[in-house]
């Protein structure tokens, strides 16, 4: 039988969903006001950001969606007080190739270490092989951001390449990984 | 000082619009060619549609994180092929990629030479830290060229392409400044 009773978009403690373009770009512009989460989350320079650049950023990031269908973009809310916590994306999805790279973060501080990470991933691995068909998936991830290192193991993730040297932050070099996880692998996991 | 633009086989130049818009237009004829460069479905692009580009870089100029390159042989004065490379100028990293267009013009050593060229112009002239390029397992000349020139292999992304209904690797390769330093410096002796 086809399951189709199991929740994509919920897991025990957190609910994946749209954009608040009323409420959300405050939230967010607070997680930008710490350069920690920042530099986690991107190699582009970090700079904190106000609610009316978040706001432009949710306006071109829709357009994105609806243009190129090749994004997926959910914000990841408690279910308990749908509290926003976080934001999970499905990218540069390559359809002929089945193809697509993760990318998952977790706003504030306060909320690391809770699990948050590793239900938020579950659920997005789920849209990306059982709904969106997807026959591998990628995630991008700096030597030194060894919680992301961490989780992705947790998944089964393979580290397929180390780009040795390929960024620089305070002052010297760090590799850029690129890990992947393939359909097979998954399944077998979520099975076993 | 070295020249930037002339290595043994052919020199980096570039082409008037019109003549870079003729070109591509016969060499994306070859299937084969556009599934070298790239892992998207091949396409086939109009005379205007290529014209429109190439102008609109003409005009625009290149952008500080853009260089593009059109390659001629030294011998016959040629045009064969380009050479792009996209700068991240914050961690200061360069990616290049690169087409001969004539099959007549593969396994001449040409993209060897335009690699050496590359890597000359990417760590003297641009002062990057890092040089990456990507390919496709189904490219075993591409591989053997890109080892010769010091780019050593950091890895496979697997089976993240599809080919004629099977599933191939992408292959990713970089090379850092010291070492292309130290072959310069084994070279000179």
Known sequence: ML????????S???RLGPIDHEKDPEIESKWTHSSEFM?????????????????KQYEKLEKRVEENKNLFHFMVRLKADDRLIGKATIQWIEWTNGNAFLRLGIGLADDWRKGYGTQALKLLLRIAFAELNLFRVSAIVPEYNQAAVALLHKFGF??????????ERDGRRWDLYVFGLLRDEWQNRSTG | MKDLFRGELVRFTLEEPETSTKAAILWQRDSEFQRLLDNNPVQSNSEKKFREGFEKEAENGF???????????????????FLSIWLDLI???????????????WSKGYGTDMLKLCQQ???????????SLGLFEYNPRALRSYEKCGFRLEGRTRMDTMREGKRVDSLWMGILREEWLQMQEGEGK
Do not use: N
């Open chain 1, 3 to 10: 399951d189709i009773q199991t929740q994509l978009f919920e």
């Open chain 1, 12 to 14: 025990q403690d957190l």
């Open chain 1, 39 to 55: 530099r986690l989350m991107d190699t582009e320079p970090a700079r904190p950001l106000s609610a009316a650049v978040i706001k």
């Open chain 1, 158 to 167: 393979v580290q397929e390449v180390c780009r040795r040297s390929a960024l």
């Open chain 2, 63 to 81: 952008k500080p994180e853009r260089c593009g390159f059109s390659v001629r042989t030294l011998a016959e004065d040629r045009f064969i092929g």
């Open chain 2, 91 to 105: 961690h200061r990293e360069a990616w290049v990629g690169l087409g001969i267009g004539a099959r007549e013009d």
């Open chain 2, 121 to 131: 112009y990417v760590f003297s002239e641009l002062s990057m830290k890092r040089l």
